[in-house]
Nanobody, 125 residues
Framework: QVQLAESGGGLVQAGGSLRLSCAASGRSFSRYTMGWFRQAPGKEREFVAAMNWSGGSTYYADSVKGRFTISRDNAKNTVYLQMNILKPEDTALYYC??????????????????WGQGTQVTVSS
């Protein structure tokens, strides 16, 4: 059974940093794209960042470029999201996701096959 377990969320002041982790189990995901989405109250789930299976290509939402960095360790089936210079508007439930998809679908929710339960990130002003 495939499971994705996020960790690392919490409460942080604006300008601070957090590092999210997502450990995948149940199969090898070395050939899968791994990504992060977030959902704020009353808003739709939106794409944040993704990395292809080799780590050679990364994708970021414009709102997080230059502040967030995605990385992965295929040996550990784990994807990370380093979040720096956090802003109150980054407050959301953060989900990791994995999937096999063409590049054109990497930023879409429909491109991902498996999802975690989410970890809350709250940024105070």
């Amino acid at each position: 059974q495939v499971q994705l377990a996020e960790s690392g969320g919490g409460l942080v002041q604006a300008g601070g940093s957090l590092r999210l982790s997502c450990a995948a189990s149940g199969r090898s995901f070395s050939r899968y794209t791994m990504g992060w989405f977030r959902q704020a109250p009353g808003k739709e789930r939106e794409f944040v960042a993704a990395m292809n299976w080799s780590g050679g290509s990364t994708y970021y939402a414009d709102s997080v470029k230059g502040r967030f960095t995605i990385s992965r360790d295929n040996a550990k089936n784990t994807v990370y999201l380093q979040m720096n210079i956090l802003k109150p508007e980054d407050t959301a439930l953060y989900y990791c996701a994995v999937g096999l998809m063409i590049a054109a679908r990497i930023t879409t929710r429909e491109g991902y096959d498996y999802w975690g339960q989410g970890t809350q990130v709250t940024v105070s002003s």
